[in-house]
């Protein structure tokens, strides 16, 4: 396509890979579907961010300030105020994000993990943002079925290997030497879900 304009993402929903894991995934949309269909991008956010991400979702209320909260209020203190989240690689299953603010007319932002941005983003209703070519490339779309396909660039070398370890047990050759295709071309890193949360 060659575009570079940015597209907004909503979060979605918080789902589940598996009951025994401790992380999650954040299921972010875009918020105008393109005539494609609908876009989804899958990010893996640790218990606590999802936790956060929800309680911001459903407007749930708590007692005491968490810690994004202690974060915007160490903001508002100085006249900080938080304009936009910017999704602006994925690389090997890990996202990187850029937290955009604006103080006396001055913009600047802060490399963070994509699933603090995202408890951040949530809490204080700022757009998530993210390149044309760069969700066309990781997106998993929604099919008519209801089930979603996954780029396997956005998977953690972790779960490649699992995946194929499964595709040579089911005797899937050709699905099987696609995954050992992109975990080589990491190179060797072997990456945790704690790398990308």
């Known amino acids: ?11 979605g929903e918080i789902l589940n890979r598996k009951p025994s894991d401790l992380a999650l995934i954040a299921l972010l949309k875009e918020k105008e579907a393109s005539s494609d269909g609908l876009r989804c991008l ?9 936790q956060a991400i929800i309680v911001s979702l459903f407007r749930h209320r708590i007692p005491r300030p968490g810690i994004y909260d202690l974060y915007l209020n160490t903001m508002k203190q100085f006249d ?3 304009t936009e989240v910017d999704i602006y690689r994925i690389s090997s299953g890990i996202f ?8 006396d007319g001055n913009t600047s932002y802060i490399d963070c993990r994509t699933s603090d941005a995202l408890a951040v983003a949530v809490r204080s209703n700022i757009p998530i943002y993210i390149e044309e070519d760069l969700l066309e490339r990781n997106c998993v779309r929604l099919q008519p079925d209801g089930a979603y396909s996954l780029p396997i660039s956005t998977a953690s070398t972790k779960v490649l290997k699992e995946a194929m370890e499964q595709a040579i047990a089911t005797e899937n050759y050709e699905f099987a030497a696609r995954l050992r295709d992109e975990i080589n071309s990491r190179g060797q890193s072997d990456e945790s879900d704690a790398d990308l949360i």
């Open 80 to 82: 900080a105020h938080l």
């Open 42 to 50: 899958p990010v893996l956010v640790g218990p606590l961010e999802a």
């Open 96 to 103: 990187y994000s850029h937290l955009f603010m604006e103080r």
């Open 1 to 11: 396509m060659g575009e570079n304009r940015k597209i907004e993402l909503i979060v």
